[in-house]
């Protein structure tokens, strides 16, 4: 059974940053593809970014492309998410995902069987 703990979230003003931290279960990392995804209120859940077991490489969504990254610590455990210049438009209800998502599904909430509590991200204007 994989757990998923988020923390980091926060208020934050416009053009700030803030970094997620998601501490998993020992081997999540070496045998799921992990994520980020959001929802803000009233909204689905979408894809923000993600990385394959064994790819350095990150997949994001075009709203996260040049101001976000994602990234791992094996020996910790945790996989990060860091945004910078972040806008109003992030605020939302993050959550950090794993599951055996290839590289043409990875971006579909469906190809991940575990999930995070999530962490909120408000960011005022």
């Known amino acids: 059974q994989v757990q998923l703990v988020e923390s980091g979230g926060g208020l934050v003003q416009a053009g700030g940053s803030l970094r997620l931290s998601c501490e998993a279960s020992e081997g999540t990392f070496s045998a799921y593809t992990v994520a980020w995804f959001r929802q803000a209120p009233g909204g689905d859940r979408d894809f923000v970014a993600a990385?394959?077991?064994?790819?350095?490489?990150?997949y994001y969504a075009d709203s996260a492309k040049g101001r976000f990254t994602i990234s791992r610590d094996r020996a910790k455990s945790t996989l990060y998410l860091q945004m910078n210049s972040l806008k109003p438009e992030d605020t939302a209800l993050y959550y950090c995902a794993a599951g055996r998502a290839i590289t043409s599904t990875l971006r579909l909430g469906r190809s991940y069987n575990y999930w995070g509590q999530g962490t909120q991200v408000t960011v005022s204007s």
């Open positions: 990385l394959r077991p064994t790819n350095s490489n990150g």
